[in-house]
């Protein structure tokens, strides 16, 4: 197998790290820097710290070696090797298959001792071979082209340049501005010279970027600006002007942009989000006005969700922190995704910084501080503490951001039940920012809404998918498993969240997402009798979290040790509520973590700890005042009244049917 | 074969007249110079003539330069020496090319040294003259050290501008290489070439990519002006910060750089203060608010917010200057709401501290929203922060002492607070009320409670009002709960907080009785803290449990640590506490009495009241005692019994009976003794019950009595004495001083009490007993 130099060491490392062996031949022509490659490659094996081994000669018996791995044993001018030596590495080449021996031979071309030896292996059915790599000095192609530029005629040289940028044929022909005639006989040339392929006509391996080297960095930049121009002209596909354009400098026009901006979602919709976001970088270097800036910020920071979140994030506050004209909706966006990602302080931040902003408009005004309130309160930062000072949301608010934020934050008091359905339902009719909608959605899904709250759910994921608003869609889906639980619905809970992590790879769900993730499949798999699997979801899922999301941890290990030890889950729900407490949440349809403790006394044996938690679920649900959440406490609550005290089994065969 | 080795081979096989081209070449200080000198010695030696020349950058405009330096015509045998081919103009190249081609046919050895990477080498008519070597040396890459870094920024120096900027741009960024090319503003390619030819120079591993050594870093680094650095270093922080970087490191190198850099730097600052607070490093936190502060030179709101961000993240590490922020702070804010919030941020026990100018500040904001009447929900709960805050600071004053009462009224408040800000008042409120015994310690111990259950037990507790709970809770002997609170407080703690948390383990343990494991963490804190100064409330606890247990040492140290700040009121009182303490162990009677009698002036004045937490009297009836002034110690013990019992701790009752006990004979002293083990039964306190049962025992000297007090427990009076005080926690050698019996004896004692309650040992002690 062929590789190049940078290969061969990433391979080196990789077949002595794994403990197999490997053998690399660097092989060129006199001249061509095999001992400086193979010095270079010792060079870099020394400093990391490997063993290094240079031979001719080989020891009497080479397999010493197989016990003193990992090492490299390198081997310059191996097409001197005598026949004893051969005998040798014959003996050791066949037994390093499964120890981390590495040999590194540097021969002088075809017809070497050490390729018979290898031939003589692969044919030799009674022992694997070790996988063999085939280098050629790097400087070769560079050396080649550079002493062949030296001989080309200028047409000649002029054409392989355009093909060296465009990477294609028919485009390079109109940058290097021949005639037809002309360039296909300079064509011919470059061929013959082993310069282009021969069936399809592009450049071999290397001669890009050695001809590319070959110029100034002025005259490479003027070139690529020719040939996006060209390109331009000549209505390339977004694809192909997309590479043209990654690499040249700046256009100046709108077109470039918009290209780079159409091929990023192209990339992204195809999950190919690193290389969208490459585009994007790109596009950011093309002029606009502030308000084009600041959409291409935020189509950016979505593609870096995924392996730049800390970038994505910063994005988002810098749209945050512009001042220029028709900003009022990027910023707001940003705002609502960064928000919706749980980046609580840096949101916090922002929006401050956004609000300080003099000639704000009214709506705009309104909406971030709502959204500033949301983010203040999910993190379980205090109300009143802020400088600068945030004005507090009005008391009957008409803004549809207010109204989602206020009727949540009341609903998480547990107080004023029908007061929060309101103004849930009112938020949900604007489809404005993602955030409190879904947050109204949380309201009437604890009011028991479900209808309603499944309709809000579905314009969400309208809106979201169309905004590229990845973590509001994943929030969501689950925000739909979850109500979709609570009415009993379990197949198509479950599917909904197989379906959250399709919607958003799990390496960058938020906190809170991730523990509500869990808490819903918790419950699906208990339902379905697998105790097993929800233990191995719970032991999957990160446990170094606070806040909210380590509420919700506590009591998906509370429902699974609901199932074996009822007195420890009891202990658990308790430490749940305390959290959720700690964050404001008194709520009981939050989470009904006080009738599972019961559940769990009560099978304990408690029967009066259990009787007064359940009273005090009543008082809640009583003061929450939502018809439907009473009625589900109290048939809850007599299924716990109806069980047998101090029976732990009765406990397990509740759980298996959905809870309802 | 060496270099050497090679030419002196190819001027052997000149002779009969097949001259041959040796090319040395290799990366910068490879001795190829050496090379050629030895060259030129061994052929002279050996009567070959030398002609030598050299390439010079500055000289490969001038044609035929080079070859101009070997002068004469060539006839004989002879050694052409050229050095830095790479520099050599063009027409010599040629020239030289073309003697190569003829060299077969001559005497005549050529040695031409190539310097690999630099201008130059690459180009077509060196790689023409280098064809044409019969032997081709390559020499390894030398080792670098220090001597090398003259040559080396010549070297540098001369490098093209794309090289340089590549270079310039790896030197700046240190470890985050992949951003080279944004920051050197060079294509791939250009960027790769470079760095491929600084690898054969020898200075960089191309791979990885990195200097090979930190001399070649310092060396690029000496070629640049200080001006093109800060401008690299400037575009590095920013280049870090939009790829993603960890805020932490974008930080640290905003900390290098000293003019302002625009809004997006105050925004990184902060988030890394941020995230530094969350991992405990509250230091590292405040240097990033303070460069952020240089952003923001202006007074006005944008600073303030970093002054009150920045006394947040010192409140652990430097309250006099949190509360020196924070009041600069309020003083640039234009409404009332954000002063409010600012003063709602001072540490209550910091304020106390604070110079009389921050605490008038306080009080000024209180009367502000006083004014401001009336309040929305958010100005309303910042109302009830500042007035914690400012109720707490006049507590803890001198001369506010007939204010403070007014506040606190005849008896606590009947509505429970709904809201955090309304409970931390109520918690100072609680702890003033405590301080002066202004209310029942039943009452008292009721609300607090609740107050804690309520309380997220979190480690920043301490920065806030909810911490004078726990003193409030010990003063009331109501110590279950507050225990396991802080128990979970402690878990997150940063080590800032955990020297809190700690003092106030130790002050619960002490009024548990478990005096000995109070001593052991005080001394612990005391350890830990080494030359920081501590809180004050942390040296008030500290210094009640020196007090209480006697502890010479403790008490010593305490008062070299206390002497200085006296002008705190809770430390005079303290001081003067410790004082007496030394009096009485150094046996300077009139002494101790003099500082315990100031302690309780001073304490009297400013209406501390409390027998629990001030028990100058107590202390003061026994020094008194032993100075044989009984009547005069009596009278200071009723009035500690008599504000004990105003107060009602059990605790605090019990002992002031025993101590009355110990100055009273006969049956009076035997009955007040009896009264005390009734009340110290219902007190959290194991270890004055201890020493109640024991005294009693002791006086009636009657087993029977003792007996009868203790219930039908199987063991003697000496097993029972000896469990009481292992279950307060006593160890053998305190138990074997308070019996006045060897160590052994008490051993014997407890293993003799273990075999009849049928236990394993000391754990099992107060569930067999109680």
């Known amino acids: ?660 | 074969m060496t270099g050497l080795d090679v030419i002196a081979t190819a001027l052997r096989l000149a002779k009969p007249g097949a001259g041959s081209l040796v090319v040395l070449r290799g990366p910068l200080g490879c001795g190829r110079s050496k090379t050629l000198k030895d060259a030129r010695k061994l052929a002279e030696s050996t009567g070959v003539r030398v002609l030598r020349a050299a390439g010079a950058r500055q000289e490969r405009d001038f044609p035929f330069g080079v070859l101009h330096q070997l002068g004469e015509e060539l006839d004989g045998p002879a050694l052409i020496t050229v050095d830095d081919l790479q520099w050599a103009d063009e027409e010599s190249l040629r020239a030289l090319a073309s003697l190569a081609e003829r060299l077969d046919r001559l005497p005549v050895v050529m040695v031409v040294c190539v310097r690999d990477g630099d201008v130059g080498s690459d180009s077509p008519l060196v790689q023409q003259v280098v064809r044409r070597a019969a032997q081709v040396v390559t020499l390894p890459r030398p080792v670098l050290t220090e001597d090398s870094r003259r040559k080396l920024v010549t070297c540098l120096r001369a490098q093209p501008a794309q090289v340089r900027s590549v270079l310039d741009a790896m030197a700046v960024l240190g470890d985050d290489l992949e951003l080279i090319m944004p920051l050197a503003e060079v294509d791939e390619i250009g960027c790769t070439t470079a760095l491929r030819a600084m690898d054969r120079l020898g200075l960089v591993d191309h791979l990885a990519p990195r200097f090979v050594h930190p001399i070649v870093r310092e060396a690029v680094e000496e070629t640049m002006t200080p001006a093109h650095r800060v401008r690299l270093q400037t575009r590095a922080a920013r280049l870090l910060h939009d790829a993603g970087k960890p805020v932490e490191i974008v930080a640290g190198r905003l900390l290098a750089i000293t003019f302002a850099q625009g809004p997006w730097a105050v925004e990184v600052l902060r988030t890394a203060a941020e995230s530094a607070m969350e991992r405990g490093a509250p230091h590292v936190a405040v240097e990033h608010l303070r460069r952020a502060l240089l952003e923001q030179p202006q007074a006005g709101s944008r600073r303030a917010t970093l002054l009150a961000e920045l006394a947040t993240a010192e409140r652990g590490v430097d309250r006099a200057a949190a509360a020196t922020h924070l009041s600069v702070a309020a003083r640039m804010v234009t409404t009332t709401r954000e002063r409010a919030a600012i003063a709602a941020r001072f540490v209550p026990g910091a304020l106390a501290e604070a110079p009389p100018a921050v605490r008038e500040l306080v009080g000024g904001i209180e009367d502000e929203l006083r004014v401001a009447r009336p309040h929305d929900d958010l100005l309303g709960e910042l109302a009830l922060r500042v007035e914690a805050r400012s109720h707490h600071a006049e507590c803890l004053a001198p001369g506010r002492f007939a204010r403070c009462a007014d506040r606190l009224g005849e008896r606590p408040d009947r509505t429970y607070p709904a809201t955090s800000a309304g409970r931390e008042l109520m918690a100072v409120r609680l702890h003033c009320a405590t301080i002066a015994s202004a209310w029942r310690a039943g009452e008292v111990a009721v609300i607090a409670e609740r107050l804690l259950s309520h309380a997220p037990a979190r480690p920043d507790h301490v920065h806030t009002p909810i911490a004078t709970l726990v003193t409030t809770l010990c003063a009331a002997g109501s110590v279950d709960a507050v225990s396991a609170w802080l128990l979970r407080a402690l878990e997150h703690a940063a080590s800032t907080e955990q020297v809190f948390i700690e003092a106030e383990q130790a002050l619960v343990l002490l009024h548990s009785g478990r005096i000995a494991e109070a001593r052991t963490i005080a001394e612990n804190v005391l350890a830990t803290a080494g030359t920081r100064r501590l809180a004050s409330e942390v040296l008030v606890t500290l210094a009640s449990i020196a007090c209480e247990t006697r502890d010479d040492n403790l008490v010593s140290r305490l008062m070299r640590l206390i002497k200085e700040e006296t002008h705190h009121p809770a430390l005079s009182v303290t001081y003067q506490m410790l004082c007496g303490a030394a009096g009485v162990a150094a046996e300077d009677l009139p002494a101790a009495l003099a500082y315990l009698r100031d302690a309780g002036s001073q304490a009297q004045e400013l209406g501390w009241r409390n027998p629990v937490l001030y028990p100058w009297r107590a202390e003061a009836a026994g020094v008194l005692w032993r100075m044989g002034d009984l009547a005069a110690a009596r009278e200071l013990a009723w009035e500690q019994h008599a504000l004990a019992v105003q107060w009602g701790a059990a605790a605090g009752v019990g002992k002031a009976l025993c101590h009355l006990a110990s100055m009273t004979e006969g049956t009076a002293g035997v009955a007040l003794l009896r009264q005390a083990v009734d009340v110290l039964e219902g007190s959290a306190n194991r270890f004055e019950l201890a020493r109640a049962v024991e005294q009693l025992g002791q006086r009636t000297a009657d087993r029977q009595v003792a007996r009868a007090e203790q219930g039908d427990c199987p063991l003697t009076t000496a097993q029972r004495r000896a469990a009481e005080l292992a279950m307060a926690g006593r160890s053998n050698q305190e138990i074997a001083d308070v019996m006045r019996v060897s160590v052994r004896v008490v051993e014997k004692h407890l293993t003799n009490a273990y075999r009849k309650l049928g236990v394993q040992g000391r754990g099992g002690l107060s569930a067999a007993l109680s």
């Not at chain 1, 809404?449 to 869609?473: F, K, Q, S």
């Not at chain 1, 029967?607 to 439907?628: K, Q």
């Open chain 1, 1 to 660: 197998m062929k590789v190049s130099e940078e290969q061969l060491v990433v391979e080196l490392t990789e077949s002595l790290r794994r403990g197999r062996g490997a053998v690399f031949e660097v092989t060129g022509p006199p001249g061509s820097g095999r001992t400086t490659l193979v010095s270079r490659i010792a060079d870099h094996v020394t400093r990391q710290g490997i063993r290094l081994i240079a031979a001719p000669p080989l020891p009497a018996d080479p397999r010493a070696f197989l016990e003193a791995g990992p090492l490299v044993l390198v081997l310059d001018d191996a097409q001197w090797l005598d026949e004893s030596s051969v005998g040798r590495l014959r003996a050791l080449l066949r037994r390093i298959h499964r120890v981390p021996v590495a040999v590194v031979l540097a021969t002088a071309g075809l017809g070497t001792a050490a390729e018979d030896v290898f031939a003589e292996l692969a044919e030799d059915g009674s022992v694997t071979a070790p996988p063999w790599y085939v280098v050629h000095p790097h400087q070769s192609t560079v050396d080649l082209v550079a002493r062949t530029l030296h001989v080309l005629s200028e047409h000649d040289i002029v054409l392989l340049r355009a093909v060296a940028v465009c990477g294609e044929w028919s485009l390079a022909r109109e940058l290097a501005d021949l005639n037809r005639v002309l360039a296909d006989e300079a064509m011919t040339r470059l061929r013959d010279l082993g310069l282009v392929t021969t069936d399809e006509p592009t450049l071999t391996d290397g001669v890009a970027q050695a001809v590319l080297a070959a110029m100034s960095a002025g005259e490479r930049n003027e070139l690529r600006s020719k040939a996006v121009a060209l390109g331009h002209r000549a209505v390339l596909g977004f694809e192909q002007m997309s590479a043209l354009l990654l690499e040249a400098p700046p256009v100046g026009r709108p077109w470039a942009r918009q290209a780079l901006q159409r091929e990023a979602r192209v990339l992204a919709a195809a999950g190919r989000t690193a290389e969208a976001a490459r585009l994007l970088v790109r596009a950011l270097n093309e002029p606009a006005i502030e308000a084009t800036r600041a959409q291409l910020l935020i189509q950016l920071s979505q593609c870096e969700l995924d392996h730049a979140p800390e970038a994505g994030d910063r994005r988002l506050v810098r749209v945050l922190h512009m001042t220029g004209p028709a900003m009022s909706g990027p910023r707001l966006r940003a705002a609502d995704m960064l928000a919706c990602r749980a980046r609580f302080g840096v949101a916090r931040r922002a929006i401050e910084t956004a609000l300080a902003h003099p000639d704000l408009p009214e709506s705009e005004q309104e909406a971030l501080t709502g959204l500033y309130w949301y983010v203040v309160t999910v993190a379980g930062e205090p109300d009143d503490l802020g400088v600068p000072a945030v004005p507090p949301l009005p008391d009957s608010p008409t803004n549809p951001v207010c109204q989602g934020i206020a009727a949540w934050r009341l609903a998480r008091g547990g107080s004023g039940g029908a007061a929060a359905v309101a103004l849930a339902t009112g938020a949900l009719a604007g489809r404005g920012p993602l955030t409190p909608r879904l947050a109204a959605i949380d309201v009437l899904s604890w009011a028991a809404e479900y209808e309603t709250a499944l309709a809000g759910i579905d314009a969400v994921l309208v809106d979201g998918r169309r905004h590229g608003a990845r973590v509001a869609v994943a929030e969501a889906v689950l925000r739909r498993g979850s109500v979709r639980v609570r009415q009993a619905r379990v197949v198509e809970a479950a599917e909904d969240l197989a379906a959250v992590e399709a919607e958003l790879p799990r390496g960058c769900w938020p906190a809170l997402l991730s523990a509500r993730h869990l808490v819903l499949e918790v419950v699906l798999l208990l339902a379905a009798g697998l105790v097993e699997a929800a233990r191995e979801a719970l032991a999957r899922e990160a446990a170094d979290v606070d806040g909210l999301a380590h509420a919700w941890r506590l009591f998906a290990h509370g429902l699974v040790a609901l199932v074996t030890e009822p007195a420890t889950a009891a202990g658990i729900f308790l430490e749940c509520g305390i959290c959720l407490r700690d964050m404001g949440v008194v709520n009981p349809a939050v989470l009904p973590w006080r009738l599972l403790a019961a559940l769990g006394w009560r099978a304990a044996g408690e029967v009066a700890r259990a009787d007064a938690l359940i009273a005090e679920a009543h008082d809640l649900a009583g003061r929450w005042g939502v018809p439907g959440v009473l009625r589900e406490t109290r048939q809850l609550a007599d299924v716990v009244h109806g069980m047998p005290p101090g029976d732990p089994e009765a406990v397990r065969r509740l759980l298996e049917l959905p809870r309802g």
